[in-house]
């Protein structure tokens, strides 16, 4: 016997819902207006339910769900045309939104989604064999870099990523004529954490905040091999700068 599972999710308005659902190319299920409101959407094989609940505060909500695919940059580029096309711009703060697609620690690479009822729908593909979350690095800009990206992406506390990259980044090229300084970021790294930042202003202050941190990424030179292995995050500095200008 097969068995699916379909997420019932809580929204103050269904008609909210489904417009933003449609909007992404995802097919209307289930329509009921009263005695309780409730709807249901499809796409391929996602399949989520809402009812209706008028004082609930999306802004509060920890509603989530999981999905697992096998073309998760397939989903996130579709989802960021549709939106974009929906609202004139691709909304990353506030509700809805959507988030960066990025490879996390734990094995996947993923991208967070969220509705106008405040749900987190996690869209991610396997790209380990185990899920369990690694050592923590030891090296000073490793650890940060590591530690700023789950704050962020895990927990949604963009302002203590901004304050772990902050202290990371404080003396960055150590302490002149100290034999015992300590040594600098790679290039890399550098990059990686200053666009990190330039999310996390993004997300705390707005589009615009973000701009001072790009400009401190675009000067750091990377070879072919680093462009390469950065390839997301240049991507994600593209669409910083676009959604700042």
């Known amino acids: 016997m097969a068995e699916t599972v379909i997420p019932i999710l809580p929204c103050p308005s269904i008609d909210e819902l489904l417009d933003f659902y449609r909007a992404l190319g995802f097919e209307e299920t289930a329509y009921q207006k009263s005695p309780n409101p409730y709807c249901g959407v499809r796409l391929r094989g996602i399949e989520l339910q809402f009812f209706g609940m008028k004082s609930y505060d999306p802004t509060t909500s920890y509603s989530t769900c999981y999905v697992l695919t096998d073309d998760v940059d397939g989903l996130h580029a579709a989802f960021r045309a549709s ?136 000067a750091v030179e990377l070879d072919a091999a680093e462009r390469e292995s950065a390839r997301d995050v240049l991507r994600r500095a593209a669409e910083l700068r676009d959604a700042a200008s």
Not at 83 to 95: D, E, F, N, Q
Not at 180 to 199: D, W, Y
């Open 83 to 218: 939106l974009k096309a929906a609202y004139g711009k691709v909304p990353t703060r506030g509700l809805p939104r959507i988030g960066a697609l990025k490879d996390m620690a734990y094995g996947v690479r993923q991208f967070l989604m969220t509705d106008p009822g405040g749900n987190c729908i996690r869209i991610g593909q396997p790209i380990a064999d185990s899920f369990e979350y690694p050592a923590v690095p030891k090296e000073r800009y490793a650890r940060a870099l590591h530690q700023a990206t789950l704050f962020a992406e895990s927990k949604g506390d963009h302002a203590a990523a901004a304050r772990v990259i902050d202290r990371a980044l404080e003396n960055e090229r150590g302490v002149p004529g100290s034999e015992a300084a300590p040594a600098g970021p790679t290039a890399l790294q550098l990059f990686q954490l200053l666009v990190l930042r330039a999310e996390t202003a993004a997300q705390l202050d707005g589009s615009t905040a973000a701009v001072p941190w790009l400009d401190r990424a675009d």
